[in-house]
């Protein structure tokens, strides 16, 4: 299917096991962003990517690690997993830089570490 | 404090009713963006403004940018319009988005 995906879009994991949330996108945008959505703060980045093997931290980067091998695929790993990174996580693409254009979300995925 | 404010942060509104929702930024942007997020969870852009107005259908975005504020507006509300409204801001430098805590609408019948 065209579009954005996420998976898994529900993750139960532990405390200090590594996770890795994928994101798929198929209009070979040039850009990808992850976010993560907490009561109270909004959106907030992670890490985004302007091309392949071009990565940058965001503004809530410690304990994620993010690579991009190929440009659809965006995939964000919890290295150590902590409760506080129960949270909702979002991928997204664009095809300009900065706000030049149009954000394009994936449905989210549900982390709960517990 | 948050590069971007909304206000309010809760609205309750009779069908029909005129809505209006603020965001206030606080840095230089190339765009300000209108999102809208369903109970569910999926995240829609509704307009993407760096001046002046743009409408689709029923909403109306408007920025000022020299007061740092625009403001999104729903003409005959409708209970399908309940959702969370994020208002968000590219900066004109680099490539990050700022985003306000939203305002969750209901709509009632």
């Known amino acids: 299917d065209a579009g954005i995906t996420q998976s898994p879009r529900y993750k139960i994991t532990e405390t200090g096991r590594q996770v890795t949330l994928m994101c798929h996108q198929t209009w070979s945008h040039s850009y990808m962003f992850w976010y993560r959505q907490d009561l109270g703060h909004g959106l907030r980045l992670i890490y985004y990517s302007a091309a392949a093997d071009i990565t940058d931290k965001g503004e809530v980067p410690d304990g994620y690690v993010v690579s991009r091998s190929k440009t659809e695929n965006f995939p964000l790993t919890l290295e150590s997993a902590t409760r506080s990174q129960t949270s909702v996580y979002f991928c997204?693409?664009?095809?300009?830089?900065?706000?030049?254009?149009?954000?394009?979300f994936g449905p989210g995925t549900r982390l709960t570490v517990t | 404090k948050n590069e971007v404010e909304q206000s309010p942060q809760n609205l309750t509104a009779q069908e029909g009713e005129f809505i209006t929702i603020n965001c206030s930024y606080s840095?230089?942007?190339?765009?300000l963006h209108w999102l809208q997020q369903h109970p569910g969870g999926g995240i829609v852009s509704l307009f993407m403004l760096s001046s002046g107005k743009k409408k689709h259908g029923r909403l109306i975005a408007t920025i000022n940018i020299q007061e740092k504020h625009s403001s999104l507006h729903i003409t005959a509300s409708h209970p399908r319009d309940s959702a969370v409204y994020i208002c968000a801001v590219s900066r004109n430098t680099g490539n990050q988005f700022y985003f306000g805590t939203g305002t969750s609408l209901t709509v009632i019948p």
């Open positions: 840095v230089g942007i190339s765009a």
């Open positions: 997204a693409s664009s095809d300009l830089a900065g706000g030049s254009g149009e954000q394009y």
